[in-house]
């Protein structure tokens, strides 16, 4: 079965800050990875995926995604936190072999203070 | 504008009483899930369909119950079985093809009181 581990459920930081959130997973085999963001009182939207090629991945508002293999790891970036990144923010994985079906992870809310 | 409808917005129900959460998808996917999502506990998955009537159980499907009669609609139903039904249902899509690996598209959730 696979897994995620998001390492922090609620970051604090001051505008113009650097983010990094942890996301670990665990699955043996091909994985698709992704970013989803829920602003306050928005949909749950994706924010950024990975799922072939490059392993560093850019998504919207600046944000981007590593993956690093070796390490089951894909931390989310962004060298310059904004106010508006206010959110909460899922790590989520799905594997080729069970298509389409994803596990989250349990989330990490960011406040961004202005 | 192409999306996924979810209503109501808010349901509240008296304990003992089975209630229905619509879904209705024109993205033409394949496949269609429901989530669960508790303060802390993240999203967590009830029931998915990647096909007009078959679907399988999630992680938590004790209580719940859904269809898929068409391919755009994938209502659930909270029993009154389910233990601990107050929570924030979301329902999602996706295409099955590897092209976008199965990226989600979520509606705007139902927040379920049960008293």
């Known amino acids: 079965a696979q897994s995620v581990s998001q390492h922090n459920h609620h970051v604090i930081l001051s505008e113009a800050a650097s983010l990094e959130l942890g996301c670990n997973y665990s699955?043996?085999?091909?994985?698709?990875l992704f970013w989803y963001v829920q602003y306050p009182g928005q949909h749950l939207q994706l924010l950024l995926k990975?799922?072939?090629?490059?392993?560093l991945v850019k998504g919207i508002k600046g944000f981007e995604a590593e993956f690093i293999k070796s390490k089951f790891s894909f931390n989310l970036r962004k060298p310059s936190v904004q106010w508006s990144d206010t959110a909460e923010y899922f790590c989520a994985v799905n594997a080729n072999t069970n298509a389409g079906k994803s596990t989250f992870g349990d989330g990490t809310t960011l406040t961004v203070k202005p | 504008d192409g999306g996924i409808t979810q209503s109501p917005k808010y349901l509240f129900r008296k304990e003992g009483q089975n209630v229905t959460l619509s879904c209705e998808q024109n993205l033409n996917h394949d496949a269609m899930y429901w989530y669960r999502q508790d303060p802390g506990q993240g999203l967590r998955l009830i029931y998915y369909s990647q096909i007009v009537n078959d679907f399988q159980k999630g992680d938590i499907a004790e209580g719940y119950s859904v269809s898929r009669e068409k391919k755009e609609s994938f209502p659930l139903t909270v029993t009154s079985a389910q233990k601990n039904p107050t929570a924030f249902y979301l329902c999602a899509s996706s295409a099955l093809g590897l092209a976008d690996g199965y990226e989600q598209y979520f509606g705007p959730g139902t927040r379920l009181t049960v008293t």
């Open positions: 699955y043996g085999g091909t994985v698709n």
């Open positions: 990975y799922f072939s090629g490059d392993p």
